[in-house]
């Protein structure tokens, strides 16, 4: 399994600004710090805005800030906030067309699939945000 770069800089966005609460940080100073597009990351900031996991304020002294204690914020909610798709097979998208695959009605590989999402999942819901600072 592989996370997205839009999880895996989200993670790194949260971070810095867990660690940086003296003030608002910019999405300039986020992407000369993380080496992170402005582009990418206002996309980044933008969802994490909306999933309240940062505010954000706009204007000439405008910028964003963390919005809960790094305590609060458990890696398994952001993770399945940030990523588009979990379903990492088609048999196990909800809302996918039926499949082709001749394997359908006899395969256990979507539970398997289905048994690591899950275990990978729950090792993310131990975790909060504190738990990745320095």
């Known amino acids: 399994m592989q996370l997205s770069k839009f999880s895996d800089y989200s993670f790194r966005a949260l971070m810095y600004l867990a660690q940086n609460t003296q003030g608002l940080s910019t999405v300039e100073q986020l992407s000369i710090e993380l080496k992170i597009s402005q582009n990418h990351l206002k996309k980044i900031i933008h ?24 305590e609060d914020i ?6 399945l906030y940030t990523e588009a798709n979990t379903d990492f097979v088609e048999c196990l998208r909800p809302n996918a067309a039926p499949t082709d695959c001749p394997y359908r009605l006899t395969c256990n ?13 729950l090792e993310f819901k131990k975790y909060s945000l504190k738990d990745l600072l320095p």
Not at 49 to 69: H, L, N, V
């Open 47 to 70: 969802k994490l805005s909306k999933g309240k996991f940062i505010e954000s304020y706009k204007g000439r002294d405008g910028g964003i800030k963390i919005a809960r204690k790094p």
């Open 74 to 79: 458990i890696l398994a909610d952001v993770l």
């Open 109 to 121: 590989l979507k539970n398997i699939v289905d048994s690591a999402k899950t275990a990978f999942l």
